[in-house]
């Protein structure tokens, strides 16, 4: 699989992530090998949060009891978890007491010394920049956390935790497939007569900006529509036509097709699988190695319902 470089944070990853907020049920073999496929797919980034599960840190906890990593096997693979949210509201948390205590229960539950990312997993209206601060300080200057970045944030709210944040932010976390793709539809309606995206709207420029940032993007839920999962549903005849075809012609599946898609934008976008299947990370993996060519790229977008003036 092909590896990127994360630019802010000076590393290689692979191009897709693992996330594992569904492992919550799965037992031990599962989880195992779900990791062993992955692993064998070529993936080495693993994303956690500390909402993930039953209860605080459960995904964390059964990923480290089923996977029990050696301390080479650690230092070969990337491990990202996410704070912020609180469950029983829902609200948001982003004091600096409250980080630093849920990157000391994610350690405890991931059963390592240290995070190789950390994400602040929604916006906090409520934000403190001085407060987050703090705590990236703290916990960059005590080892237990490696680099820093945030989830579904747009340019403003990542600025206003740059004018106190002094690490670079590396990553940044958003929902992205071809059917919920806003990120690039907005921009490409921007000045349409008769649309509602004439005027540019907050997010549009966010791919923009996090390219010039060197800011990663990763795009979670990357099958998904309003309509749940995209891929053979009866609501999408279209867009799975298209899919298909491509398929055949690239010798991957359709899940491969709605991979290469997002591998093929030039901001190096990191694709986020959910999935507990070992062999839905493999057909993702074999789609990564696509490169759709502009037509194709197009055809993808339209055929999901998005209008290009």
């Known amino acids: 699989m092909k590896s990127i470089q994360l630019p802010a944070a000076g590393l ?27 692993r064998e797919a070529g993936v ?16 964390e906890r059964r990923f480290a009891e089923a996977v029990r ?7 070969q693979v990337l491990i990202q978890s996410k704070v912020g949210i609180i469950r029983d509201g829902p609200s948001y948390d982003f004091s600096a007491e409250h980080i630093m205590e849920e990157v000391e229960e994610s350690l405890r539950a991931l059963q390592t010394d240290y995070l190789d990312i950390l994400l602040l997993h929604r916006p906090d209206p409520l934000v ?22 945030v989830s579904n944030h747009t340019v403003g709210q990542i600025e206003l935790l740059r004018t106190a ?32 995206q004439a005027v540019m709207p907050a997010g549009a420029d966010l791919v923009e900006y996090c390219r010039r940032q060197g800011i990663t993007l990763q795009a979670w839920s990357p ?12 609501e999408y005849p279209e867009l799975n036509a298209v899919l298909s075809r491509l398929a055949e012609k690239h010798s991957v599946t359709p899940t ?22 070992g062999a839905r990370v493999e057909e993702a993996a074999a789609g990564a ?19 290009l003036p």
């Not at 080495?44 to 995904?59: E, R, V």
């Not at 990593?69 to 230092?75: M, N, T, V």
């Not at 190695?289 to 209008?307: C, D, F, K, N, T």
């Open 44 to 59: 080495d980034l693993f994303d956690h949060a500390d909402i993930y599960g039953d209860g605080p840190h459960h995904c």
């Open 256 to 277: 491969g097709i709605a991979t290469a898609w997002l591998t093929r934008h030039p901001a190096d976008i990191q694709v986020v699988l959910g999935t507990t299947q």
């Open 69 to 75: 990593l050696s301390g080479a096997e650690r230092e």
């Open 223 to 234: 099958y998904q529509s309003p309509r749940g999962v995209f891929i053979d549903h009866p």
């Open 165 to 196: 944040v002094e690490q670079p932010l590396v990553v940044n976390q958003v929902q992205l497939s071809i059917v919920h793709a806003p990120l690039f539809s907005e921009g490409m309606q921007t000045n349409t007569l008769g649309q509602a």
């Open 12 to 38: 290689s990853a692979s191009q897709l992530v693992l996330g594992l907020m569904r492992i919550n049920d799965k037992t031990d073999d599962q989880i195992r090998e779900l990791y062993r496929r992955a």
């Open 289 to 307: 190695q696509v490169r759709l060519s502009r037509r194709e790229w197009y055809e993808l977008i339209r055929a999901a319902g998005h209008r």
């Open 128 to 149: 403190e920049p001085e407060e987050v601060a703090r705590a990236f300080d703290a916990l960059q200057g005590s080892g237990k956390v490696r680099h820093f970045g």
